[in-house]
């Protein structure tokens, strides 16, 4: 079917059923740090990273709200795919500020797929003619093994002022380097690359600054915004499915020197903490429900974003993470030994999430970001 044909009712049963294929290799996911090739080309083929690249680049334009309900269905199935779902979908909406013949000659192919990276200090481009000549390694790049072109941000030697501009590489030119051993997200394959005086034609590059192209409401909202939201609700996914096995796994489990020989189920501490753990869950997720249903009216409006909207997804975001956290380290303890088996759903989450919490959306400092702009004083953290 073509994307243009496609509404989300269609994607929505597409992020369903491929859910449902992930769910049975999440084992393989994880022993090969990859999402298998027959998986990505499915969801490639079905259009599944470009839900936020215009229609006029083929792309399904879908709006945000919508696609963070797809992002949930692969975060309670495997947080890696979530995470490499949620990543590849947002950086393409930076084909609105390429040039768009840039963007035609990447995205045209539907199996192309670009992933980004933060660099080393060492990265450097030098201005030449038609381009540039770059240098430079770059790491956590989330589905480097189902990508095909690569991202490269740096500065630009000799700038005045001092500009920093992403560049775009195909992956066959760059070397790649196997550096995701990990404990948690496996999957994502966020191997570093490296390239040495490569040299980048000058319509392959863009300032993440640019204004896009395009007019719609996706892309008056910036990246960092579309990045945290997005893990914030694979977060929240990894959280569902943890809460949900354990709370399967307390009907049958019986306590070695339980009184009475009772299940989990039916001890009071043990409800407690599901009661509770089901109030930390839900409020997190309605909160980030709250705040990004009002960033959206906003970029509905032709005017610009309010501050205290941006404020209220980056705050909400960092806090579901960490809330989300919360939740599967009491599904955790409160199945005991069964956790700390590979085979436990609870056991992967665990090391899931506590990775989540680790990367830069997850890091505690956003709250410091909040609460300067609730002080009145400006707000030093990226919104």
């Given amino acids: 079917m073509a994307i243009a044909q496609k509404t989300f009712s269609d994607y929505l049963d597409d992020a369903k059923e491929m859910a449902s294929e992930v769910s049975k290799v999440t084992d393989r996911i994880e022993r090969e740090r990859m999402i298998p090739p027959e998986i990505t080309n499915q969801m490639k083929d079905r259009g599944l990273f470009r839900l936020l690249m215009p229609r006029s680049l083929d792309g399904a334009e879908l709006d945000h709200p919508s696609f963070l309900r797809l992002v949930f269905e692969f975060g309670k199935a495997d947080a890696s795919v979530g995470w490499c779902f949620n990543q590849n979908n947002v950086f393409a909406t930076n084909s609105t500020r390429l040039p768009e013949k840039a963007s035609r000659e990447i995205w045209t192919d539907w199996r192309n797929v670009v992933t980004n990276g933060p660099p080393t200090r060492d990265t450097l481009a030098t201005p030449v003619d038609g381009g540039y000549r770059l240098t430079g390694r770059w790491n956590f790049s989330s589905g480097s093994p189902h990508a095909t072109w690569l991202a490269a941000l740096t500065p630009i030697k000799d700038s005045n002022p001092s500009e920093i501009r992403v560049l775009l590489i195909p992956k066959n030119k760059a070397t790649m380097i196997d550096t995701w051993d990990v404990h948690g997200l496996r999957g994502t394959g966020s191997h570093g690359f490296e390239v040495n005086d490569l040299f980048v034609p000058g319509h392959l590059s863009y300032n993440q600054s640019d204004t896009p192209r395009e007019p719609g409401s996706l892309y008056k909202i910036n990246t960092t915004l ?110 005991g030994s069964t956790a700390i088996f590979a085979s436990s759903p609870v056991q992967r989450r665990f090391r899931d999430i506590h990775v989540i919490t680790q990367q830069v959306q997850g890091q505690m400092y956003h709250y410091d970001t909040a609460g300067q702009f609730f002080l009145g004083m400006e707000p030093q953290g990226s919104i």
């Fill in 226 to 335: 579309f990045f945290c939201s997005g893990f914030a609700t694979v977060a929240l996914g990894a959280a569902r499915t943890a809460l949900d096995a354990a709370v399967e796994m307390s009907t049958s489990k019986i306590p070695t020197n339980a009184p009475g020989q009772v299940t989990l189920r039916d001890m009071g501490t043990v409800q407690r903490q599901i009661g509770q753990a089901e109030a930390i869950w839900g409020a997190a997720r309605a909160y980030l429900h709250e705040n990004h249903s009002r960033l959206w009216e906003s970029a509905n409006k032709d005017q610009p974003i309010p501050t205290a909207d941006r404020i209220g997804v980056r705050l909400a975001s960092t806090h579901a993470i960490r809330q989300a956290a919360e939740v599967v380290d009491i599904a955790y303890n409160l199945i």
